[in-house]
């Protein structure tokens, strides 16, 4: 690695690592549509918890030239190495992968935490981490859908009603339902309602307008929470409660969602899904019209 050096980003790095994402996506997923992360909005982003990236994020550098990025979140008793992670496809090979991991297997001993998480996408990454003593444990997919035109809703069930989103009046329903929704999920960890709340609200793509509620005899029973940022869109989250299953809602929230984010112009619509989720979601999404356009491989070390 003595031809390399490691340190932490800052603001004024964006461009750069969002210049090695482009290239990243183009090299794994052949991603050509010109959709991609611009060094404005990623630097919208880290703005957000700019004191992270001198703790929890780091840089590999050949030269001037940014070959590497790792950043890693507490999450529970693990380190979550963030997906986009990674090391540009002219300089795989030579080891900046292995001190990536390092600097980050080292930050999570630090801090006492118990597993290390990382998300893989090509057979150099899987081979990495399993000769580092990792596990395969899930795999999880990104799906999307291109929206041409105003899409079609689909009608909810009888005495369901699907409504916009009231800021301060339902805030706290929706977030109990939401946990309600997830807590079956594989790692799903209840959220505080303030926290919930405000992770969402501080995002650079929130508009309330793009929240859409189920309502059934007076209550929220469902709900499917977008996003969006020019002309991409992100469902976020889409939540049904248990009682309100198997009967549609789902997909005539995600229409009602993927409607909302047409009529704002943001017409390439992702989310991401366990592939092996436990209410059927990826069957959901099919049906929606989407399709896997990414697949990670989630792997897992122990570190105690």
Same mark, same amino acid.
């Given at each position: 690695?003595?031809?390399?050096?490691?340190?932490?980003?800052?603001?004024?790095?964006?461009?750069?690592?969002?210049?090695?994402?482009?290239?990243?996506?183009?090299?794994?997923?052949?991603?050509?549509?010109?959709?991609?992360?611009?060094?404005?909005?990623?630097?919208?982003?880290?703005?957000?918890?700019?004191?992270?990236?001198?703790?929890?994020?780091?840089?590999?550098?050949?030269?001037?030239?940014?070959?590497?990025?790792?950043?890693?979140?507490?999450?529970?008793?693990?380190?979550?190495?963030?997906?986009?992670?990674?090391?540009?496809?002219?300089?795989?090979?030579?080891?900046?992968?292995?001190?990536?991991?390092?600097?980050?297997?080292?930050?999570?001993?630090?801090?006492?935490?118990?597993?290390?998480?990382?998300?893989?996408?090509?057979?150099? #990454?899987?081979?990495?981490?399993?000769? $580092? +003593? !990792?596990?395969? *444990?899930?795999?999880?997919?990104?799906? /999307?859908?291109?929206?041409?035109?105003?899409?079609?809703?689909?009608?909810?069930?009888?005495?369901?009603?699907?409504?916009?989103?009231?800021?301060?009046?339902?805030?706290?329903?929706?977030?109990?339902?939401?946990?309600?929704?997830?807590?079956?999920?594989?790692?799903?960890?209840?959220?505080?309602?303030?926290?919930?709340?405000?992770?969402?609200?501080?995002?650079?793509?929130?508009?309330?307008?793009?929240?859409?509620?189920?309502?059934?005899?007076?209550?929220?029973?469902?709900?499917?929470?977008?996003?969006?940022?020019?002309?991409?869109?992100?469902?976020?989250?889409?939540?049904?409660?248990?009682?309100?299953?198997?009967?549609?809602?789902?997909?005539?929230?995600?229409?009602? #969602?993927?409607?909302?984010?047409?009529? $704002? +112009? !943001?017409?390439? *619509?992702?989310?991401?899904?366990?592939? /092996?989720?436990?209410?059927?979601?990826?069957?959901?999404?099919?049906?929606?019209?989407?399709?896997?356009?990414?697949?990670?491989?989630?792997?897992?070390?122990?570190?105690?």
């Amino acid at each position: 690695m003595e031809h390399f050096a490691i340190r932490r980003p800052t603001l004024e790095d964006a461009d750069a690592v969002a210049a090695l994402l482009v290239d990243r996506d183009y090299a794994d997923f052949d991603e050509t549509d010109g959709l991609s992360l611009t060094g404005a909005e990623l630097r919208s982003w880290w703005a957000m918890d700019e004191p992270r990236l001198a703790t929890d994020a780091w840089l590999a550098l050949r030269g001037d030239d940014v070959v590497g990025y790792a950043l890693v979140r507490p999450e529970r008793d693990l380190a979550n190495l963030a997906d986009e992670s990674s090391v540009h496809p002219e300089a795989r090979g030579l080891g900046i992968g292995t001190r990536l991991l390092d600097e980050a297997e080292q930050w999570a001993r630090g801090r006492g935490l118990a597993r290390f998480q990382v998300h893989v996408v090509n057979e150099d #990454g899987r081979r990495l981490v399993e000769q $580092r +003593g !990792h596990r395969l *444990v899930r795999f999880f997919w990104r799906m /999307e859908i291109h929206l041409d035109g105003q899409p079609a809703l689909a009608e909810p069930p009888t005495g369901v009603t699907i409504r916009p989103y009231r800021p301060g009046e339902d805030d706290a329903e929706l977030h109990a339902v939401v946990q309600e929704a997830f807590a079956q999920h594989w790692e799903f960890t209840p959220e505080p309602f303030d926290e919930w709340l405000s992770g969402r609200q501080r995002r650079n793509d929130y508009h309330p307008s793009l929240w859409q509620v189920a309502e059934e005899d007076g209550r929220i029973v469902g709900a499917a929470l977008c996003f969006g940022e020019g002309t991409y869109g992100w469902v976020l989250e889409l939540g049904v409660g248990p009682g309100s299953r198997r009967s549609g809602l789902g997909l005539a929230l995600l229409r009602s #969602g993927f409607a909302g984010l047409a009529a $704002r +112009g !943001h017409a390439h *619509v992702g989310l991401e899904v366990d592939s /092996e989720n436990e209410t059927g979601a990826t069957r959901l999404y099919e049906r929606a019209g989407m399709h896997v356009t990414r697949r990670y491989a989630t792997y897992e070390k122990a570190l105690a």
